[in-house]
């Protein structure tokens, strides 16, 4: 299985929101370097779910589930279908991530329960998955609202946190000013996230939601290295978009 190393160095990814397996192989082949398959903006099953891990996984892909909600059954069933690791959608404090850190881990570093599913082999494999759970399961937290900026160091200093990425539509809905990704008070509120996060050795990103290259540029020039870019629906939106523009008035 692919390891930590995807966060040692400029890494880019993207979301899945269309359950269909052919959208997972298309994009898992188009060069990212983690998919994450959204359980909280779309209609995903968790068996469709499995599917989309599976496929992501067989294609050399690290495969991460952006979950509901922060739900440790749900994070014991996607961890057990193979996800690589969890994203954690709008945490506002550490008591919140300690809980999401320990329903990833087996004891003695969580309260995991064992089962044996596809990611421990079907119980071929459960010492094998045990190790790597413990040294490379991956918890990233999604910063997206103000009360999570302002407990920032103390949510990014929990043990087992491996990195953040900011959802910047619903942290700017936090601030009153949805959409607004210019605004003062934004942008001030971004500085502030990488200036803890620069002091932690954090790493950490953005979602730059649009497929906008430019934007992507930008980012990377801003400094983040956990990039998420796009997400599928978006894509195929603008793809479609693009390729009519002009030829209909």
Not at 67 to 83: C, F, H, P, T, Y
Request: overall charge negative; hydrophobic content about 40%.
């Amino acid at each position: 299985m692919p390891n930590k190393s995807v966060l040692e160095s400029l890494s880019i990814g993207s979301w899945i929101q269309l359950g269909h397996p052919a959208v997972a192989e298309i994009m898992a082949a188009a060069g990212f370097d983690w998919l994450t398959v959204d359980l909280e903006h779309s209609t995903i099953s968790l068996a469709e779910a499995e599917n989309l891990i599976r496929i992501i996984d067989l294609k050399g892909v690290v495969p991460l589930v952006r979950l509901s909600s922060n739900n440790s059954e749900q994070i014991k069933r996607v961890m057990d279908a193979g996800a690589h690791g969890v994203i954690i959608p709008m945490v506002k404090s550490e008591a919140e991530v300690k809980r999401a850190v320990r329903a990833v881990k087996y004891p003695p570093d969580g309260d995991r329960s064992v089962g044996l599913a596809r990611a421990q082999g079907y119980g071929t494999s459960f010492s094998e998955y045990y190790k790597w759970q413990k040294e490379e399961s991956l918890v990233i937290v999604q910063i997206e609202h103000i009360e999570a900026v302002n407990n920032l160091e103390k949510i990014l200093s929990v043990p087992g946190v491996d990195a953040y990425i900011v959802g910047p539509y619903d942290l700017s809905g936090s601030l009153g000013i949805p959409g607004q990704f210019e605004n003062p008070t934004f942008l001030k509120a971004m500085k502030q996230i990488r200036d803890v996060a620069e002091r932690l050795e954090m790493p950490g990103g953005v979602h730059v939601v649009e497929p906008n290259p430019e934007e992507l540029k930008k980012c990377i020039a801003d400094g983040n290295r956990f990039i998420a870019y796009g997400v599928d629906t978006r894509m195929l939106d603008v793809a479609c978009r693009l390729g009519l523009a002009g030829l209909k008035n």
